[in-house]
C-alpha cells in the first residue's frame, strides 16, 4: 500500500512537471516596454529587419564588461576575470553593436571554477564614440523578424551574431526616435 501510493506520488509529480513544461513552452515571451528596431546580421551572412530587440531580456542595464587582461602567451585566455570591470549598456545609447571577428572568442578560467566564455564585441554609441568589451557568449538576444507574414521570434546569442544596427525606438505608445 505504502509502496504504491509512493509510486503514485511520483507519477503525478512528472505528470505535473511535464505539463508545466509544455504550458510555459507554448507561451510567447512579453513583449518589452520600448521597441528597438532595426538590422541584425547573423553568421550566415543574413540580414534581418527586427523590432522588439532585448539583450538578456532587457533594453538597459545589459552587462558587458571591460576589454580584459589576456595571456601574452595565449592571446585568447584572459588573465583576470572580467566581471570586477562591468559596464551596464541601454540599448537607447547604442547605435551599433558588432562581434569582433578577429580572436572573437576568449576564455577566463579562475581557481577552482569553471571555464569563463566570453566574445569581444564593438560598440558604436549614438554620439560616435566607440568602446570595446566582452559579453557572455550565451547572453540570449531576443527579436523579432519583420516578416510580411507577422513576425518571427528570434533567440540569438553574441556567437550567433556579426551585427546588430539600431535604428529608432519607440515606447509602446509614442513616436519613433532615432
Do not use: W
Not at 33 to 59: A, E, P
Amino acid at each position: 500500500m505504502k509502496k504504491s501510493l509512493v509510486i503514485l506520488s511520483i507519477a503525478l509529480l512528472v505528470l505535473a512537471a511535464n505539463y508545466s513544461d509544455n504550458k510555459r513552452s507554448t507561451e510567447k515571451r512579453p513583449k518589452p516596454s520600448v521597441n528597438f528596431s532595426g538590422t541584425v546580421t547573423d553568421v550566415s551572412g543574413k540580414t534581418m529587419k527586427v523590432k522588439n530587440l532585448v539583450i538578456d531580456r532587457q533594453h538597459e542595464q545589459i552587462k558587458v564588461y571591460g576589454p580584459g587582461v589576456y595571456d601574452p602567451k595565449h592571446p585568447t585566455v584572459l588573465k583576470k576575470d572580467p566581471e570586477h570591470q562591468k559596464t551596464l549598456l541601454d540599448l537607447n545609447e547604442v547605435k551599433i553593436l558588432e562581434r569582433d571577428k578577429k580572436d572573437s572568442k576568449v576564455v577566463y578560467q579562475g581557481e577552482g571554477q569553471g571555464k569563463k566564455k566570453y566574445v569581444k564585441i564593438i560598440v558604436t554609441f549614438t554620439d560616435g564614440s566607440v568602446r570595446n568589451y566582452l559579453a557572455k557568449t550565451r547572453t540570449p538576444i531576443h527579436c523579432d523578424e519583420d516578416l510580411k507574414s507577422g513576425p518571427n521570434e528570434k533567440q540569438l546569442s553574441f556567437l550567433g551574431i556579426d551585427k546588430i544596427e539600431i535604428e529608432k525606438y519607440k515606447a509602446s505608445d509614442s513616436e519613433d526616435k532615432n
